[in-house]
């Protein structure tokens, strides 16, 4: 059973940053991709980033040119890096592993942005 452990998400004003972290019990590598999706209240879950096992990364066209999505193979561990935040960014973020024919989810790190 695959366990994905999010972390570092909190309260920050707008305009700054946070680092979220996602650590797998296995290896992240047996993985075809990771990613983070986030879902605000009253809103469905979207795609924020993705990271397939070679390296190639997506991004939501609300987190291109301010988030960076990465992964430490030797770490297990997923992160995203979220610049420049606004408060349309405040949403419960997820981590996803994809394991085919499944998937398998974290339990969420809130995000909040406020001043």
């Known amino acids: 059973q695959v366990q994905l452990v999010e972390s570092g998400g909190g309260l920050v004003q707008p305009g700054g940053s946070l680092r979220l972290s996602c650590a797998a019990s296995g290896s992240i590598f047996s993985f075809n991709g990771m990613g983070w999706y986030r879902q605000a209240p009253g809103k469905e879950r979207e795609l924020v980033a993705r990271?397939?096992?070679?390296?190639?990364?997506i991004y939501a066209v609300s987190a291109k040119g301010r988030f960076t999505i990465s992964r430490d193979n030797a770490k297990n561990t997923v992160y995203l890096q979220m610049n420049s935040l606004k408060p349309e960014d405040t949403a419960v973020y997820y981590c996803?592993?994809?394991?085919?024919?499944?998937?398998?989810w974290g339990q969420g790190t809130q995000v909040t942005v406020s001043s």
């Open positions: 996803n592993a994809e394991l085919p024919p499944g998937a398998y």
């Open positions: 990271i397939d096992r070679g390296g190639s990364t």
